[in-house]
């Protein structure tokens, strides 16, 4: 693959000259840095790269140029190229413009001048955006090949395990692409083997499960101690946070994920009111941090294991894992978060995989460029997801249950698919069927006030209607609320899930009924469903752990 291009814009010559200078020092040897002098310069860079089909990772350009303004530009290269990062150099003058700008074009970030020394205040900034850059764009020369179909569900398991491990690779359409169909070819596959996964010095894997994929990888899926201080089940924001916490006080810990860390909060294309982030930073971001913070201190990680139940044995917890032996640990964080609710729907079961999606990663908006796509839902996660289907999308259309937006989504989220022109949002509606050959071709919508239904094309549903908590492999030792939601804390001494609490002393605030067992984040009963808080909870269980443990 060419080597990315960064665009320098600046008329004015020896700051031009000094950030291209900059720039080259560091980044020249992987990327091709050009400058122009003007908007309508760098506009027609852009074209000429996009002509040769050539990436460009980064346009950073100064607010005030003749003719055109650095946000004009940006707002121009947004439209051309949807996924290249934007960086605006400015004076703290033009501050209040630059933040209206992360809303109004989706800038990644803005950066006062003058930017020395750069190792401090440049380099940083343009390490994360080219980082994320890179990730979304993985070398072609990549060793790891995905070779399947775009409506095969076990193509769609294995891509979306890789991208939530963070494990670039090159995926290659046995109907689109000429060397997929080549390879299924010399590896005499059949639709059944189909997705193929080509691991370098490996065998080839033919429709494998994402234990067989971490195992070919290297990555651990068996855990090396006989006993831990403390097991995490499950790696969300609350599980990292605890892991971090937790690994950074010397206690011995380790983590069990059944897909990747980072969780459902892992998947969200953008995460924009999360404390310290203006730009807001991606799921996957967020999640690679924290993965990278948590082995740093020494906590492992155990993936592509279902976790199927809990005991007591005497003062140890064991976690029973599905094909693996148990762990036991002196204590337990459950922080299994939860899962979308199943659309009740005829036809929906039958196409999961085949275009309908329980959630998605930030990557899959590519695929579906395009195309005719649907989202239900009315929270957060849902318009994120809208946000980011839009870029890529022929159109995206939102169905609502309820009567408006406003209801259950945060509002400068509703801003922003008012304004979108590629959006539509249909309140008062549901799905009520689904259909097509081999693959999602058509809709049934129903009008919630009428009943009168009709008939949509699309290619994709991307379902996000509530959530339900993974405590189902949990013990009648556990209680849970009527949903599902682990009971901790005072709830279990008074109110109506009140548990005959057996110790002298109260049950710590996260706490679960059987002692040393604590839930943190979405899956505790009565938790605020936020990333934030998630990452709170999750970084509070450790202090419970410790008292916890200072009394055994």
């Not at 080259?24 to 040897?29: D, F, I, P, Q, S």
């Not at 997705?195 to 994929?213: C, F, N, Q, S, W």
Request: charged residues 20%; hydrophobic residues 45%; glycine residues 10%.
């Amino acid at each position: 693959m060419a080597r990315p291009a960064i665009i320098t814009v600046d008329d004015d010559a020896p700051v031009s000259a000094a950030i291209a200078r900059d720039l080259r020092a560091r980044y020249g040897a992987e990327h091709r840095i050009l400058r122009a002098s003007s908007g309508a310069e760098a506009l027609d860079l852009v074209a000429r790269l996009l002509l040769r089909g050539q990436p460009l990772a980064l346009v950073a350009s100064d607010q005030r140029m003749p003719s055109m303004t650095g946000i004009e530009l940006l707002s121009r290269v947004r439209a051309d190229v949807p996924d290249a990062k934007l960086l605006l150099l400015t004076a703290y003058a033009d501050t209040d413009v630059a933040i209206s700008a992360i809303n109004d074009i989706g800038l990644d970030h803005y950066l006062l001048k003058p930017w020395d020394p750069p190792e401090d205040r440049l380099y940083p900034v343009v390490d994360d955006l080219l980082a994320d850059w890179h990730n979304a764009h993985p070398e072609q020369g990549n060793d790891v090949r995905v070779v399947g179909h775009r409506w095969s569900e076990g193509s769609q398991v294995v891509k979306t395990f890789l991208a939530n491990n963070h494990v670039p690779y090159v995926w290659l359409d046995v109907e689109r692409d000429a060397e997929g169909a080549r390879l299924r070819d010399l590896a005499q596959a059949g639709p059944e083997d189909l997705p193929l996964v080509l691991v370098p010095d490996g065998e080839t894997l033919r429709a494998p499960t994402p234990v067989a994929v971490a195992t070919a990888l290297g990555l651990r899926t068996r855990a090396e101690r006989d006993l831990y201080d403390l097991c995490i089940v499950g790696g969300g924001p609350a599980g990292l946070a605890a892991a971090v916490y937790a690994a950074s006080e010397g206690l011995s810990t380790v983590i069990v994920e059944h897909d990747a860390p980072g969780g459902q909060a892992g998947q969200s294309a953008a995460i924009e009111n999360y404390l310290g982030f203006p730009r807001g930073l991606s799921g996957a971001d967020l999640a690679q941090r924290a993965i990278a913070q948590a082995r740093r201190f020494g906590a492992e990680m155990v993936l592509a294991r279902d976790v199927v139940a809990l005991e007591a044995r005497g003062p140890a917890r064991a976690v029973r894992l599905d094909g693996a032996d148990d762990i036991e640990a002196r204590s337990v964080v459950l922080a299994t978060g939860v899962s979308y609710r199943r659309l009740q729907a005829p036809g929906i079961d039958a196409l999961v995989g085949r275009g309908v999606q329980y959630g998605s990663n930030a990557g899959q908006a590519a695929a579906c460029a395009g195309d005719e796509v649907y989202v239900v839902g009315a929270a957060n996660s849902a318009g994120q997801a809208v946000l980011n289907l839009a870029r890529y999308a022929e159109r995206v259309t939102l169905v609502v249950r309820g009567e408006s937006l406003e209801a259950g989504m945060s509002q400068y989220l509703v801003e922003r698919i008012r304004a979108d022109p590629r959006i539509r949002v249909l309140c008062r509606t549901e799905v009520v069927g689904a259909d097509g050959d081999g693959h999602l071709e058509r809709l049934t919508l129903a009008d919630r006030h009428t009943g009168a239904t009709t008939q949509a094309a699309a290619c994709w549903l991307f379902v996000y209607i509530g959530a339900t908590p993974r405590t189902d492999w949990l013990g009648a030792e556990v209680v849970r609320d009527d949903h599902g939601f682990v009971v901790t804390g005072h709830d279990l001494v008074t109110g109506p899930h009140a548990h005959g609490w057996t110790l002298a002393r109260p049950p710590f605030a996260l706490e679960t009924s059987l002692p040393g067992v604590f839930a943190a984040g979405d899956v505790r009963s009565d938790s605020m469903k936020r990333v934030a808080s998630a990452v709170g909870e999750g970084s509070m269980s450790v202090y419970f752990v410790h008292r916890y443990l200072a009394t055994t």
